[in-house]
């Protein structure tokens, strides 16, 4: 469910950006390649940070929806919410690596993905050996998401040094989209406790997920609305469209 969700959407902006990236740097346009690294990161953020939080927040009726019916008992269900709320924790992580690493493939500099990549998985599996006894399937999604973001701390250094792309209009952004967040959390929260076992059954998941979702949208794009966010223009473009 957490690769289907974060992989379908980063890998979709990834391979969108990658062509657009390559064709910068063979250009040697740098101060273009770093603009459109900086602002795909961005963009990329400003959804990936509600989505990772909502997953978090709607962990144990989300599964429960989907495999509750027999499928899963009620301990297959809790660990299988633990594994989903804590590696949603990494989902960031997992976004900005992927992103980074096709800008260093765009300048053909695979060296850097490639020791970062080394590293992240020794990090996994020193994690994994650590946390898997005493914390169970909840130790090994916090190891894959720390390692995600390992990586991507990892890309991220050598590439700050070259491209300068942690702005102050970059970190002023993260500041609101983060903002915006805790708004959204809060307000799916309340509205996930105020629907639970209002209905029984598949109908009362299916309400809880609903409007904790809508509850959540409304109020994390109000927020970035209130807070100036200019990537809430590609919203506004797509509804449009549609």
Do not use: H
Not at 24 to 32: F, M, R, T, Y
Request: hydrophobic share 55%; net charge positive; aromatic share 8%.
């Amino acid at each position: 469910l957490y690769l289907i969700l974060a992989g379908v959407f980063v890998l979709s902006i990834t391979n969108v950006i990658f062509p657009q990236l390559s064709r910068l740097s063979a250009g040697e346009e740098k101060g273009a390649f770093a603009a459109a690294l900086r602002q795909t990161l961005r963009g990329t953020l400003f959804f990936v940070l509600p989505m990772s939080a909502g997953l978090m927040i709607l962990a144990r009726p989300l599964v429960s929806f989907l495999y509750g019916d027999g499928r899963f008992d009620a301990f297959s269900i809790e660990i299988t919410s633990q594994g989903l709320f804590w590696v949603s924790l990494g989902m960031a992580g997992y976004a900005v690596q992927n992103i980074l690493s096709r800008a260093y493939f765009a300048r053909q500099q695979g060296k850097v993905p490639l020791l970062a990549g080394g590293a992240s998985i020794l990090v996994n599996i020193l994690l994994c050996a650590a946390l898997a006894e005493p914390f169970g399937v909840a130790g090994l999604a916090v190891s894959s998401a720390v390692s995600s973001t390992v990586y991507a701390l990892l890309l991220l250094a050598p590439m700050q040094r070259r491209e300068k792309l942690l702005t102050p209009g970059l970190w002023a952004a993260l500041g609101k989209m983060l903002a915006a967040t805790l708004a959204m959390s809060a307000a799916a929260l309340g509205t996930a406790r105020l629907t639970d076992g209002l209905l029984g059954g598949k109908p009362g998941l299916l309400l809880t997920l609903g409007a904790t979702a809508l509850a959540g949208a409304a109020v994390y794009f109000g927020a970035a609305l209130l807070l100036g966010l200019e990537e809430l223009s590609v919203v506004k473009k797509l509804l449009k469209r549609g």
